[in-house]
């Protein structure tokens, strides 16, 4: 029979690696020199040595790509997002006050409706630079599954507040977001450190 890694051997596994991408520099890191760092993770005693008792050496690399790094961006991700409140983006965004009057959570996490003292509705959608589209889709869908948002003349919206999974986003792709989104009525933060 196969050995399996437990759940106690996985936690221990992603925390490390969560570790050595921080001391890394992993999310700004180029691709030459994340390809470098995951043959490290692969010849870590800690980390690839670990997983070579439990899958192919060919499946290590692909298990702490796939299944701890995808999820270190993610949590980097949700992290960020989380730093700039949805009425902080209607203020910078829109110059206006605002209240939250809905989070969502689930599958639509990172998308919110606040609604300012003269009744606009604003939506706002998280997301990742490469990933624009989607944040705009989970936008949209919301504002599908809730006609009352566009009761009563109401004015409604959107702006996309989006994280680059990388330091590399360079004003060539921002203002090609920026013009894409404008043209459909869009706003778009990008977040800062």
Not at 22 to 34: C, E, L, M, P, T
């Amino acid at each position: 029979m196969a050995k399996v890694l437990t759940s106690e051997q996985k936690n221990a596994i992603k925390k490390i690696v969560f570790e050595k991408a921080n001391n890394f520099g992993y999310v700004a890191s180029s691709r030459y020199d994340s390809g470098r760092f995951m043959d490290e993770l692969v010849d870590d005693i800690e980390v690839g040595g670990i997983l070579k008792q439990y899958m192919p050496k060919e499946r290590i690399r692909t298990y702490i790509k796939d299944g701890i790094l995808n999820a270190y961006k993610k949590e980097l991700v949700k992290k960020a997002l989380a730093d700039t409140s949805p009425t902080d983006i209607i203020q910078s965004v829109y110059g206006i006050q605002s209240s939250v009057i809905q989070e969502c959570t689930g599958k639509n996490t990172g998308v919110s409706v606040s609604c300012s003292d003269d009744g606009r509705i604003f939506v706002i959608s998280g997301g990742t630079v490469l990933k624009w589209e989607t944040a705009l889709r989970k936008a949209l869908e919301l504002i599908s599954r809730q006609p009352k948002l566009l009761t009563n003349n109401t004015a409604l919206s959107i702006c996309l507040h989006l994280v680059a999974g990388n330091k590399d986003l360079t004003d060539g792709d921002k203002k090609h977001i920026i013009d894409a989104l404008t043209a459909v009525g869009i706003e778009v933060l990008f977040y800062s450190e």
